[in-house]
Structure formats: structure tokens, C-alpha cells
């Protein structure tokens, strides 16, 4: 029986993530190794809109498993979202003798490959962000990493906000969704987590909290605030001065993108990889590699682009629990 698919593309869309070069790197090496032809394309769908396509070869992705960012580039394309542009990509996809895609990036990345999809090229999507937001899936690549430089960065931050006697707003990343921050709000111990999901914009509440806290001899203060919520330097400014607290914001931004992948990110990563090539080699096209209840699964892009998921309410308790 013939193959299908004889030639696949690769291409990475969307905010970069730590741990999206391993992603490639299982992409390029197990599409090899079953036969397959694999072309790299750049800088996402603007790449492949660009045709910028490249050959892929299993040196091509050498020593990159440790590297951060994204070798292959990327970027957000806004021309994918008009019909012109699908009608396009889906012919340049053809004319490269692409009859398989791999797309690794968040549901804006998802929603370009379901139209190629429609447009008859076999398409798999890979979650890649460091923001976790993706519904379908319990991982995506680069939240580890990244979740792990932010407390990281909260650990050094406290010991100098601990020796000033200071409160300290640290922002981090997550426009839209609040993970990093509930995370690293309960792994660094913070008396505050404000995610968009759940604040309710009480800053007198907090300012209250702070006061009584320093009458039982609480030496500093911790809020930890998603990028979604915003305002650290006001509200660290209007702190001050409702609390005579000495109070500092840091604004941690994309140093939690980059940095070499931790573990968990280079393995999954390197799991997710292969299994979207296995997908594209039995055939199949429309689908999300996911990683739910422990174990790796993949959906259909429709349904797991209709899929909603919230920040664990336990989870969210939890932080405000241990905060005493
Ligand atoms: O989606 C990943 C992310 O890092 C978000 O957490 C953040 O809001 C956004 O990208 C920042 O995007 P940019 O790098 O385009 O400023």
C-alpha cells in the first residue's frame, strides 16, 4: 500500500518556548528515520507564506535539545487569518510537495493549521507555550522552564526585599492566563497572587493585609501579579503610599521565555515530536498532540479549540491557605 504522507513540514508559530528545539529536533529525526522527506519552514506561516523553506537533514538538528528559543524562528501572522492567505499557504504547502505539516505554537497557531487542514493538507499540532493556556492539554512546551525561571528570579528578589523590609510586586508572564503566576505564587510562598482569572481589583484589601501583617511583625510582602492584571509599577507606588511600606515592582518579561529547557520540557517536548509524526504517518490530519491524566493522547483541532479550561479553584485556595 502506497503512504500518504512523503514529505513533511515543520514550523514553529506564536510566542517562542523553552524546549520547542527538542520538539523539532524528534519532528526532523523520526520523520527521517521512517523515510520521510522533512522541510523546515521559517519563521512560521510568514515563512511559509515567504516560502522560506529549508531542508532538513539529522545534523541540521544537531545540539539544539539543550538550546532555548527556536531555530526555525517564529512570529504571529496575521495574514493566516484571511482566507487569501490559507488558499496561498495551502498551494505553497503543494507546490514544496508538503502533504504533512507539524505546527507548534498556542490556538492562534492551531486555528492557521485547521485551515490547512480544510484545504487538504495533513496537519498535527504540537502545544507549545510557555503560558499553559492551552485547554486540551494538562502541558505545553516551555511552561516548566519557564515556571521555573520566574521562581527562581522571586527566590532572588526575596532576599533582597527581605533585608530591605521591602514589599515587592513581581509581574510576570501571561496575558491571558494566570498559571505562572498561581505557580510560582504558591512555590515561592507569596502572601498575594493576582491572576485576571480571579482578582477582583480590591487593592484595599491588599493594602489592609499589609498593614495588619507588619503589626504581627511581617518583615516583607510578596505579590506575585500576572502580566493580564498589570499596573505593578502603579500599584506599587500607590502601596507605598497608603502603607509607608518601601515598595518595589519588578517586571520580570522575557527572560521567562528563553533559557535552556529543564528536563520535563526536553522530554516531553521530544515525545510530543515523535508522536505527531507517528500521527501524520498512520494517516491522520486535523490533530492536537496532547498530554492528559499522564498520559500522551491527541484530539481533534476543532474540538480542542472548543475546549475551555480555568485555573484549579483548590489550587488557588491552596496559595491563599499557606500565605499566613
Ligand atoms: O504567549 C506567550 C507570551 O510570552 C505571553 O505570556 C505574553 O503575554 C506574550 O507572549 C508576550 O508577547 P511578545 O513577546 O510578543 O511581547
Redesign the pocket.
Known sequence: MERKVKTIGVLTS??DAPGMNAAIRAVVRTGLSAGLRVKGILRGYNGLLEEDIIDMDSKSVSEIIQRGGTILYTARCLEMMKEEYQDKAAEICRKHSIDGLVVIG?DGSFRGAQTLAKRGINVVGIPG???LDIACTDYTIGFDTAVNTAMETIDRIRDTSTSHERCSVIEV???HAGYIALWCGIANGAEEILISERYDYDEQRIINNIIEKRKIGKKHYIIVNA?GVGDSNGMAKRIEAATGMETRATIIG?AQ?GGSPTARDRLYASMMGAKAVDLLLAGATQRIVAYKNGKFVDYDIEEALSMTKDVDQYMYELAYRLAR
Open positions: 506564536g510566542g498556542g507555550t510557555i503560558d508572564m501571561g496575558r502580566e522575557h521565555r
